[in-house]
């Protein structure tokens, strides 16, 4: 049996490396005018991002919960979901990608590609196959029509 992590888990576990990485080589961080806004407004984004993803499936009465997608009810195509399949977990990378702004090491770009390998792989992947054989033709024009992450 595989263990399961929440994606949000998934996330706060990344920020570990991150705070590591930039405490460990702070020869290698770097600063620019106006680095904590940009980190907070990525972070806002990914927050509201999620946000605006929860609300929308919540309108349609499917389900947020990332372990059971053969509960879901209906394919949500509308707003957030017109351009990301995945608005939630682009939500989370942007979240990630405001803290790697705001710690200022480029090499925190790698936990942020692990991010995406770790969650397309144990997340997205298996969503969308439970999908699939849930919805078929449908799903699949969606899959076809609007892309993963953005």
């Known amino acids: 049996m595989a263990i399961k992590v929440p994606p949000p888990v998934i ?10 990485i930039a405490g460990l080589l702070p020869a290698t961080n770097f600063q620019f005018p106006g680095q904590v806004l940009v980190s907070v407004f990525l972070v806002a984004m990914g927050a509201g991002l999620m ?6 499936f919540k309108r349609h009465a499917t389900t947020i919960n990332p372990f059971s997608p053969e509960s879901t009810v209906k ?10 399949r995945n608005p939630m977990y682009l939500g989370m990378l942007l979240i ?3 803290i790697a702004c705001y710690l200022g090491n480029p090499l925190n770009a790698l936990v942020l590609t692990g991010f995406i390998v770790i969650i397309s792989r144990v997340q ?9 054989a849930k919805f078929g033709d449908d799903y699949q024009a969606y899959l076809a029509s ?5």
């Open 11 to 20: 996330t706060l576990l990344s920020v570990i490396p991150m705070v590591g």
């Open 51 to 56: 946000i605006v993803a929860a609300v929308q």
């Open 75 to 84: 394919i949500v195509q509308h707003g957030v979901f017109s351009f990301s």
């Open 96 to 98: 990630l990608g405001g």
């Open 124 to 132: 997205i992947k298996p969503e969308e196959r439970a999908l699939l």
């Open 146 to 150: 609007v892309r993963r992450w953005v």
